[in-house]
T-cell receptor, first 113, second 112 residues
């Protein structure tokens, strides 16, 4: 089945640690996105990538980093510089042409302990 | 910057009722508008996608309309069921740029 896979589903991080969230898609989509979701605030864009080896900051990129070495993969690293990383993280992909419908993964719940 | 608003924030209806969810946006220069469903602790599931040239889209009991000039979209759910209980979000993709902008969602509860 085609789709977007995020892993792990739950992740716990100690203070001062970096953690990496995985996002893989087999839809052959060009663009991939990372969003953060907090209660009452909706989805906020962290980073996005339109093509391999290129990515742009979103509205809340501070404390996060990404890479796009392969079309299928867009991992997100939450660094120790992110002051309040506890949130629900969602990855999305969009085909580069045509209707440009967005598809989302099932999310990763990150908790700082 | 595009601002997207969804009203009401929460809605509770008895089973079988028809209902309308609203989405408004500030900039009418959009490429498309997409409605999503989100169950608690889950990702977003795409329900309907309306291109800027379209007025409405239908899928089963769902009908989404788009009025670009007034900056509004509605999601109509016919004959609501308890399984429709979820949060519904709309997202707008502008004509320019690569982002899309989300509303904060409407939390729907359908009471058996």
């Amino acid at each position: 089945d085609g789709g977007i896979t995020q892993s792990p589903k739950y992740l716990f991080r100690k203070e001062g640690q970096n953690v990496t969230l995985s996002c893989e898609q087999n839809l052959n989509h060009d663009a991939m996105y990372w969003y953060r979701q907090d209660p009452g605030q909706g989805l906020r864009l962290i980073y996005y990538s339109q093509i391999v080896n290129d990515f742009q900051k979103g509205d809340i990129a501070e404390g996060y980093s990404v890479s796009r070495e392969k079309k299928e993969s867009f991992p997100l690293t939450v660094t120790s510089a992110q002051k309040n990383p506890t949130a629900f993280y969602l990855c999305a992909s969009i085909r580069g042409q045509g209707a440009r419908e967005a598809f989302f993964g099932q999310g990763t719940r990150l908790t700082v302990v | 910057k595009q601002e997207v608003t969804q009203i009401p924030a929460a809605l509770s209806v008895p089973e079988g009722e028809n209902l309308v969810l609203n989405c408004s946006f500030t900039d009418s220069a959009i490429y498309n508008l997409q409605w999503f469903r989100q169950d608690p602790g889950k990702g977003l599931t795409s329900l309907l996608l309306i291109q800027s040239s379209q007025r409405e889209q239908t899928s089963g009991r769902l009908n989404a309309s788009l009025d670009k000039s007034s900056g509004r979209s509605t999601l109509y759910i016919a004959a609501s069921q308890p399984g429709d209980s979820a949060t519904y979000l709309c997202a707008v993709r502008p004509n320019t740029g690569n982002q899309f902008y989300f509303g904060t969602g409407t939390s729907l509860t359908v009471i058996p």
